[in-house]
């Protein structure tokens, strides 16, 4: 089973439509990550949370929130979703305690979302 | 200024034959560098990290990092198809913040 797994892997939306993508995993990582990725763009930090109590936005989470339901749950919402939204969506993990250095994400499969 | 700066490419190259990708970052303070590979429509898989300045190889990659010069590259040698692909690189300017470049697009042709 893989580590890290995200739900749904693909989502066509209506703009104005409530949407969740859903990740979780079985690393036993603390930190946990949302990010997106536009096509020339790179990918692009959305929200970050390095424990269940502790979220923090990143570089552009207007149009987003975000829940942390456990250490292996961390779920992204657009609450009213619009087309420019429509993007690759990548959860990520990691854990600096793991004696690896330096802290090193590990990406799940992606969400494709498309808003019409 | 971007942050993290690469060659879009497409960078072609023949089978057996080095590929070499660069990237350029604006933190003077980024302690760490991270190479990924993504596969299109697939997840980034990590190559490897070097956070040291000189070469770091493993396998038939070799990551080269040159902090004066805020510079820092990869190099495919004996290349294979399998190796198409997007080549992301990632700085870590503080504790918790990837930057990640738009990616380098590696062609290898039989």
């Known amino acids: 089973d893989a580590d890290v797994t995200q739900t749904p892997r693909n989502r066509i939306t209506k703009t104005g439509k409530r949407i969740m993508l859903e990740c979780s995993q079985t690393?036993?990582?603390?930190?946990m990550y949302w990010y997106r990725q536009d096509p020339g763009l790179g990918l692009r930090l959305i929200y970050y949370?390095?424990?269940?109590?502790?979220?923090n936005k990143g570089e552009i989470s207007d149009g987003y929130s975000v829940s942390r339901q456990a250490q292996a749950k961390f779920s992204l919402s657009l609450e009213s979703a619009i087309p420019n939204q429509t993007a690759l969506y990548f959860c990520?993990?990691?854990?600096?305690?793991?004696?690896?250095?330096?802290?090193?994400?590990?990406f799940g499969p992606g969400t494709r979302l498309t808003v019409l | 200024q971007k942050e993290v700066e690469q060659n879009s490419g497409p960078l072609s190259v023949p089978e057996g034959a080095i590929a070499s990708l660069n990237c350029t970052y604006s933190d003077r303070g980024s302690q760490s560098f991270f190479w990924y590979r993504q596969y299109s429509g697939k997840s980034p898989e990590l190559i490897m990290f070097i956070y040291s300045n000189g070469d770091k190889e493993d396998g038939r990659f070799t990551a080269q990092l040159n902090k004066a010069s805020q510079y820092v590259s990869l190099l495919i040698r004996d290349s294979q198809p399998s190796d198409s692909a997007t080549y992301l690189c990632?700085?870590?300017?503080?504790?918790?913040?990837?930057?990640f470049g738009a990616g380098t697009t590696v062609t290898v042709r039989a």
């Open positions: 990632a700085v870590n300017p503080n504790d918790y913040k990837l930057s």
């Open positions: 990520a993990t990691s854990d600096p305690e793991t004696g690896s250095l330096p802290d090193t994400q590990y």
């Open positions: 949370s390095f424990d269940v109590k502790d979220i």
């Open positions: 690393k036993g990582h603390d930190r």
